[in-house]
């Protein structure tokens, strides 16, 4: 089974900047699709963003889009999620997660296996 470990959260005041990291010990890595969503307090988890197998397709949420960058390091066995210019509405708990299966990529259901968790708050 894979296990994947988030990093890298932290508080960060409004207009800064964090990047996470999700790493697996999965060493075919590149069989799977990626992807980072979110969950805020009181809300639903919601999609962030999503890479496909080789990297060279992504996808974001409306409301990070042009503001995060998700990439992935298949030779590190590492997906990271670059946030910039971070907004107190950016606050939730930020999970990594994998998917076997083809999908469009922006649904919780299509992914297999999920990290931890790693909380990221953005004080205004």
């Known amino acids: 089974q894979v296990q994947l470990v988030e990093s890298g959260g932290g508080l960060v005041q409004a207009g800064g900047s964090l990047r996470l990291s999700c790493a697996t010990s999965e060493r075919t890595v590149s069989r799977y699709r990626m992807g980072w969503f979110r969950q805020a307090p009181g809300k639903d988890r919601e999609f962030v963003a999503a890479i496909s197998r080789g990297g060279g397709n992504t996808a974001y949420a409306d409301s990070v889009k042009g503001r995060f960058t998700i990439s992935r390091d298949n030779t590190k066995n590492t997906m990271y999620l670059q946030m910039n210019s971070l907004k107190p509405e950016d606050t939730a708990v930020y999970y990594c997660?994998?998917?076997?299966?083809?999908?469009?990529?922006?649904?919780?259901?299509?992914?297999?296996?999920w990290g931890q968790g790693t909380q990221v708050t953005v004080s205004s």
């Open positions: 997660a994998a998917a076997r299966a083809t999908g469009w990529g922006s649904l919780s259901v299509e992914y297999d296996y």
